[in-house]
């Protein structure tokens, strides 16, 4: 590809604080994605442990529901579930930085279980009460799991980002840069040379001329 520039020192010199501007914020790109890259591994394995920890919860407590179903049948079933007295869970959302992005925070600000249940004792079982309970205890993991999840989710799209501005520094503009301050170099160079030539020549016509004047 041509390159099109004007061979000035003054272009020269704008080009070479170009190209270091180029490097150190490639070098800062770097270093930012590097830390990036290991909080996300970090949050990819708390994702993994808290996933693992609700699934095997929830898979539990599923098997006791459909146990206290059959024991109850479907409609006492849905009758107690849908009892909203003491189920309501409030959430507190805030922000926090992890490397330039910002992040949401979610915090249940429910403490301990449940005092009471949501439906009279009367045509339940045991089985029902039990998985009641323990889901209300697995609210503040399902919370934090949504939290480190979306958490994830956008310090991904900022390594993505974050990636490509460096092998477009890396792989473009600085190799580009490179190139052009070279190009220009080498024209100066050919110009400083071509000019002393010049000189050169116009000294000998002028040794010739006062030569065969005497």
């Known amino acids: 590809m041509a390159i099109r520039v004007n061979p000035t020192r003054m272009e020269l010199t704008r080009l070479k604080k170009r190209l270091k501007t180029a490097i150190k914020g490639h070098k800062l790109l770097k270093d930012k994605r590097d830390e990036m890259v290991r909080q996300f591994m970090m949050y990819i394995r708390r994702n993994r442990e808290l996933r693992a920890e609700v699934e095997e919860a929830l898979g539990r407590d599923m098997k006791r529901v459909a146990?206290?179903?059959?024991?109850?049948g479907e409609a006492a079933l849905g009758?107690?579930?849908l009892s909203e007295a003491g189920g309501d869970v409030s959430v507190s959302v805030g922000e926090r930085n992890v490397m330039g992005v910002t992040v949401p925070t979610f915090a249940s600000q429910e403490g301990g279980r449940l005092?009471?249940?949501p439906y009279s004792f009367a045509f339940t079982s045991a089985e029902l009460d039990g998985?009641?309970?323990d889901?209300?205890?697995l609210m503040p993991k399902l919370i934090e799991l949504a939290q480190v999840e979306k958490t994830c989710s956008m310090l991904a799209d900022e390594i993505e980002k974050t990636?490509?501005?460096?092998?477009a520094l890396e792989h473009v503009m600085i190799p580009e840069t490179q190139r052009t301050i070279k190009f220009i170099t080498m024209k100066l160079e050919d110009n400083e040379r071509s000019s002393v030539t010049r000189l050169m020549k116009v000294k000998e016509m002028l040794l010739e001329e006062q030569q065969t004047g005497s």
């Not at 146990?67 to 109850?72: F, H, P, R």
Request: proline letters at 0%.
């Open 115 to 117: 005092s009471e249940l």
């Open 67 to 72: 146990v206290a179903s059959a024991m109850m």
């Open 163 to 167: 990636r490509r501005r460096v092998n």
């Open 131 to 133: 998985a009641v309970l």
């Open 135 to 137: 889901l209300a205890d």
């Open 79 to 81: 009758e107690a579930l």
